[in-house]
């Protein structure tokens, strides 16, 4: 859920800006004595600024709502001066659909006050989509022009610059540009070459930055995602491994019933899991035997997350 510093609130203090799953972006905001507790974004008229899905902390459940006029999962944020008044705008990434949104500041750069709806980001004419899902947006002069461009990673990884074409006060953007191509793989955690025994490069959910990484002039890229690959010494078991393996998979498949049947009571009961001594015993238990089987599992596959740096030529 992509983090932006930045003095939001214009008091010369730096304020942390921050995505949130329960579906609207929060802020930090700093003082003198350190940061305060992280609140949510709110409009003119002290709504939760969102797309549309939220976590509901009322009803504890997700919900949708209509009210901003626009549809989709907020997860990233990021503040600019989108219009050139001075004060800061808001850009919303969308999860499921990879969307972009503009929240206009309709107050001042010292207190802000957000219009109630949120407008849809155009590219090249068309609503700026990230395919895949998880639009993580940065908003950064990316070719030197003197103006903000956008770019967006993505779930199925790529990442994608959309250049500024529109001047100072009403920015546009052309179509998207690919400066890291996805990987042609349909897995949710994609699979990727490798070298040594190590993987190569990202494969999905691309997490961005741009930064000067090694002071030349230009801005290069740092990526966070997650990517699988092939081990080059895969174990092998043997005949007593494997019957033990096959022993422990039988077991906790003939508990699967009985937790089932426990939560179901529990839930007809109005009783909390956590609160059930019988079922954290048998939950001690299953857990015992899954330990033990997963040390037994061989998976030729590994996986991880990384940082990666891409140098700019």
């Not at 504890?60 to 006029?69: C, L, P, Y």
């Not at 849809?120 to 908003?139: C, D, F, H, N």
């Not at 790529?158 to 500024?164: L, M």
């Not at 949710?188 to 490069?201: A, N």
Request: charged letters at 25%; a negative charge.
């Amino acid at each position: 859920m992509s983090s932006q510093l930045v003095d939001f609130n214009g008091d010369g203090n730096h304020d942390v800006l921050v995505g949130s799953f329960s579906g609207s972006p929060h802020w930090i905001e700093g003082s003198e004595k350190g940061f305060l507790p992280s609140t949510a974004l709110k409009d003119r008229d002290e709504e939760d600024i969102l797309i549309s899905a939220f976590w509901n902390t009322v009803d504890k459940k997700w919900d949708q709502s209509d009210r901003s006029g626009t549809s989709g999962h907020c997860t990233s944020v990021a503040a600019v001066d989108w219009e050139g008044d001075g004060d800061l705008d808001l850009v919303l990434g969308g999860y499921y659909k990879g969307g972009l949104f503009l929240r206009i500041n309709e107050g001042t750069p010292t207190e802000p006050k957000f219009a109630q709806n949120n407008t849809v980001i155009e590219a090249g004419g068309e609503p700026m989509v990230i395919q895949g899902g998880l639009s993580t947006p940065r908003v950064v002069d990316w070719n030197g022009d003197g103006k903000f461009d956008l770019l967006c990673g993505g779930s199925k990884g790529g990442v994608f610059f959309f250049k500024n074409v529109g001047d100072k006060a009403t920015p546009q953007f052309a179509s998207a540009e690919v400066l890291i191509e996805p990987i042609d793989d349909s897995s949710y955690i994609k699979r990727v070459p490798t070298s040594g025994g190590q993987p190569t490069q990202p494969g999905s959910s691309f997490h961005i930055d741009a930064v000067d990484y090694d002071q030349d002039g230009d801005l290069d890229l740092l990526v966070g995602g997650r990517c699988s690959w092939e081990k080059e010494d895969v174990p092998v078991l043997t005949a007593e491994q494997e019957a033990r393996l096959a022993e422990l998979t039988t077991e906790m498949e003939s508990m699967t019933p009985k937790m089932r049947e426990m939560l179901e009571q529990m839930s007809e009961s109005g009783e909390e899991p956590t609160d059930s001594q019988d079922y954290k015993k048998f939950m001690r238990a299953y857990s015992k035997l899954s330990r033990e089987a997963s040390k037994l599992r061989v998976s030729p596959f590994e996986s991880g997350d990384f940082v990666w740096l891409y140098r700019r030529k």
